[in-house]
């Protein structure tokens, strides 16, 4: 199953921001979208969520065109998108936010109960299920938002900057919990400023730069690349 770009191309006026990009997103994998300030990786991140709309081209999942669909249909179709910014309601417990999540399905009490219980199992917080949203660490609560949107029954994950605001211990803990979620099937998508987190975790990489897709492979691959050491690594 693949997320694809295809001849994405983005203008705000006479400005260009993203060149007829084409991209194929392996959903049975871990992807980087990588790049400088300022060289459109946001802007891709957020036509591929359903933030914004391109000026030309498609996004097509499961060899459908999505390009209109908008943030919940997309969830519906399986792509969960978690944005940078807190989105646990901080005055609600660990259990209550994860409870809230089902609210939305058609599920019986008996069954939230038991969906709830095991998310707060699988990801390790069932030891900060009655503290309130706005106690928790930032590694905490980006452990909460990303078992809150399990309950989505998700296919692919998007996550926004998901190791940032967050220590070494905390972004190791996100790393492992990341690559868990990968090996039960889900694809994930990450958009983040920390090069060697990143590159850590993803089998593929994809670097922007001046609104063109630049480099694409393994790290590995990507790292050895010398556009990409001259223009972003800053070898």
């Known amino acids: 199953m693949i997320l694809k770009a295809d001849k994405i191309s983005k203008n ?3 400005k260009s921001i ?9 959903v049975n994998e871990i992807s980087g979208l990588l790049g400088p300030n300022g060289a459109g990786k946001t802007t891709l991140f957020y036509i591929l969520a359903g933030l914004l ?3 030309e081209g498609e996004i097509i999942f499961d060899k459908s065109i999505i390009t209109r669909k908008t943030i919940s249909e997309r969830a519906n179709l399986g792509i969960v998108y978690l944005p ?6 901080r005055n609600l417990s660990v259990l209550e936010n994860i409870k809230s999540a089902f609210e939305t399905q058609k599920i019986n009490k008996v069954d ?3 969906k709830t219980e095991e998310i707060l199992n699988d990801f390790d917080i069932e030891s900060i299920a009655m503290q309130k949203g706005n106690q928790l660490s930032g590694g905490q609560r980006r452990r909460v938002e990303i078992a809150r949107s399990i309950s989505l029954n998700p296919k692919f994950i998007m996550l926004d900057e998901p190791f940032a605001g967050i220590d070494p211990i905390a972004i190791h803990e996100i790393k492992e919990l990341i690559k868990k979620l990968s090996d039960k099937g889900l694809g994930i ?3 983040d400023h920390n090069v060697k987190a990143t590159m850590d975790i993803c089998n593929e ?3 922007i730069n001046e609104g063109c897709i630049i480099s694409k492979g393994t790290p590995e691959e990507v790292s050895k690349n010398k556009i990409v050491k001259k223009t972003y690594l800053g070898e």
């Not at 993203?18 to 392996?26: F, T």
Request: proline share 7%.
């Open 53 to 55: 709309q391109p000026s």
């Open 189 to 191: 998508l990450i958009s």
């Open 18 to 26: 993203l060149h007829d990009i084409d991209a194929d997103i392996n």
């Open 84 to 89: 940078q910014e807190p989105s646990i309601f």
């Open 112 to 114: 939230i109960d038991l």
């Open 205 to 207: 990489i994809f670097i």
């Open 12 to 14: 705000y006026g006479k």
